[in-house]
């Protein structure tokens, strides 16, 4: 299966520290993307990294990438509670993507 | 605004009953896809359609059916025959004729519980 595994399961940290969730995946792929999901909503892209990328950049959100070890970190920075969410990494080749079973994330105020 | 919207919210279905959950978007995009989440298990893929009368199985389909008569529309069936349905059911959708480097557009969900 391609399906990526996020690590940690369940994160919790206080208000303006850092968060940092890490996917691995088992085969070669051309993107990885990172999704956030609130309770009973939807998913909302958040970042997508290229497999010839190593780092990348979006407000407080950085990426990494290292494919020689099948693996991905999503870090936030100055964490805040409205960051309070469930995040799912999601690998695939072409248009069809395989999602992780995320990491709960809880920002306490 | 261009979106996907899913329908209803929530809905319930009795025993050996069929069910119909609605997905429409309107942003043009070639892909749809229907994915089921249950509490530990991530996302799962049952079908998905990249062309209008065109769709293919994905690692759940059984129980399930799809149709793609209009590039907007992706309803999904629940049969009869699909055991533990309940569920959230996520559609989304993307632009498929791009370089792989786009994400999916999700529709806030629907709740499918069987009473």
């Known amino acids: 299966s391609q399906q990526g595994e996020e690590d940690p399961q369940a994160l919790s940290i206080q208000e303006g520290e850092n968060a940092t969730m890490n996917c691995s995946y088992k085969?070669?792929?051309?993107?990885l993307q990172w999704y956030r999901q609130n309770s009973g909503r939807g998913l909302v892209h958040l970042i997508l990294?290229?497999?010839?990328?190593r780092e990348k950049h979006s407000g407080r959100l950085r990426v990494t990438l290292d494919t020689s070890k099948k693996s991905s970190s999503l870090l936030i920075t100055a964490s805040r509670a409205a960051d309070t969410a469930s995040y799912f990494c999601?690998?695939?080749?072409?248009?069809?993507?395989?999602f992780g079973t995320g990491t709960s994330l809880t920002v306490i105020p | 605004d261009g979106g996907i919207t899913q329908s209803p919210k929530y809905l319930f279905r009795k025993e050996g009953q069929n069910v119909t959950l609605s997905c429409e978007q309107n942003?043009?995009?070639?892909?749809m896809y229907w994915y089921r989440q249950d509490p530990g298990q991530g996302l799962r893929l049952i079908y998905y359609?990249?062309?209008?009368?065109?769709?293919q199985k994905g690692d759940i389909a059984e129980g399930y059916s799809v149709s793609r008569e209009k590039k907007e529309s992706f309803p999904l069936t629940v049969t009869s025959a699909q055991k533990n349905p309940t569920a959230f059911y996520l559609c989304?959708?993307?632009?498929?004729?791009?370089?792989?480097?786009?994400?999916?557009?999700f529709g806030s969900g629907t709740r499918l519980t069987v009473v």
């Open positions: 989304a959708s993307s632009i498929v004729s791009a370089p792989a480097g786009y994400g999916y557009t």
């Open positions: 085969t070669s792929i051309n993107n």
């Open positions: 990294i290229r497999s010839n990328e």
């Open positions: 999601a690998t695939g080749t072409g248009n069809q993507f395989y």
């Open positions: 942003l043009n995009h070639d892909a």
């Open positions: 359609s990249q062309i209008v009368n065109d769709f």
